[in-house]
Structure formats: structure tokens, C-alpha cells
């Protein structure tokens, strides 16, 4: 079974810096799709990058990008240039590559990082 | 484009009922997927529905069951509710095998008391 281990629960940063929130996860696959999500008080998940591991090239979605380490299993979420809106709890997430049959498509959290932005 | 919609948005039932939660997946989206999420902790997964089938479950009692019809919605029935099912529900639908991450709906609140 996969896991993911998120080992900050709280992480604050200051308008306009940088912060980066750490991800670990343990699988014996070689294919697999991680993602990093967002949820603000409104809870509703929303997705902020992807990653799919057999690509080397790390994922950059605006201010977001990843680190992408898959031989240490890690994968963390560097925000640049943070924003008061940027302020949610983040979870990591893991999901095997799945096959044709329609199965195997869940998705495993870690539990998560409050980040708080500070003016 | 109307997104994941879930209804309802909160709801409160006394130990021993049953509920049910609903969900609309995303335009276009066939799977539809249903998580826990206790107070504190990240969504943990219930279980998956594709052409109307559950195609995967995870660590829960048969206490929960569900539903996928034609049109790909789908219901989450909880029977004889404990307090500890005290939750938010998510919903997320996804297009099959498309690698493109799910798409959540905004959750029902359960409290049971």
C-alpha cells in the first residue's frame, strides 16, 4: 500500500517570499501521478500541479513548481512570490497509473500542511 | 461549466439513522470517487464508481454503500451511523484513465449526534 507523509503541519511565510511545504511517499510502483492540492477555508479541493513520475522534468504552474525526487521519493511544492490567497491547508497526493479497465484511479493524502501568509 | 456539485452542503443526523449525499460529477467526467475527510486529517478514500460499478474500495465497513447511475452522478448511503462518521464527504470525478488529477465538489458537512 502507498503512503504519503507530510511532516510539516504548520508553515508560515510572508507576503511575497518564497516557502516550500515537504512531501515523502512510499510505493514499490514505477509509474504513478502525484499532485499537491489545495484547500481553502470554502473546502473545496482544488488542484495547484501534477506530476507525472516518468517524467524528469520537475512540474511548473506559475508561482507553483515541484521538486521531484523519485529515487529519495520526495516531492515538494515551492510557492514563489506568496500571496495572502495562497493561505489554505496543502495535501500531497499520490495516485497509481491506473489501467484501462477503469480502476485503481484513488488518490492517497498525506494529511496535510496549514500555511499561513503573513502581511 | 458547472463543476462537482454536492448536496446537501450540511446535515445533521441522530446516531443510528441513515444518509444519503449526493453528487454531479464535471461535464464530461464518468468516474466518481467519495472520501472522508475527519476534522484535521486529509481526505481518505471510501471507494470509486465507473459505468456504474464499484471498481475499487477502501478501509470501510459495508456501512457504506453507493450508487452510479446512467448519467454518472452518484449517492453515498450510510447506514446506522456512528458518531466517529461525524465528517466531511467529498465527491471528486475524473475522466477515466486521464492523468489530469480529480476535481472536487465543496463536500457535505455530516454531523452526527
Known sequence: AQTVTQSQPEMSVQEAETVT???TYDTSESDYYLFWYKQPPSRQMILVIRQEAYKQQNATENRFSVNFQKAAKSFSLKISDSQLGDAAMYFCAYRSYGNSGGSNYKLTF??????TVNP | DAGVTQSPTHLIKTRGQQVTL???????????????????????????????EERQRGNFPDRFSGHQFPNYS????????????????????????????????????????
Do not use: M
Not at chain 1, 498525506?110 to 500555511?115: A, C, D, F, V, Y
Not at chain 2, 481526505?43 to 465507473?50: A, D, S, V
Open chain 2, 22 to 52: 449526493r453528487c454531479s460529477p464535471k461535464s464530461g467526467h464518468d468516474t466518481v470517487s467519495w472520501y472522508q475527510q475527519a476534522l484535521g486529517q486529509g481526505p481518505q478514500f471510501i471507494f470509486q464508481y465507473y459505468e456504474e
Open chain 1, 21 to 23: 511545504l515537504s512531501c
Open chain 2, 74 to 113: 452518484s449517492e453515498l448511503n450510510v447506514n446506522a451511523l456512528l458518531l466517529g462518521d461525524s465528517a466531511l464527504y467529498l465527491c471528486a470525478s475524473s475522466i477515466g484513465v486521464r492523468p489530469h488529477g480529480a476535481f472536487f465538489g465543496q463536500g457535505t458537512r455530516l454531523t452526527v449526534v
Open chain 1, 110 to 115: 498525506g494529511k496535510g500542511t496549514l500555511l
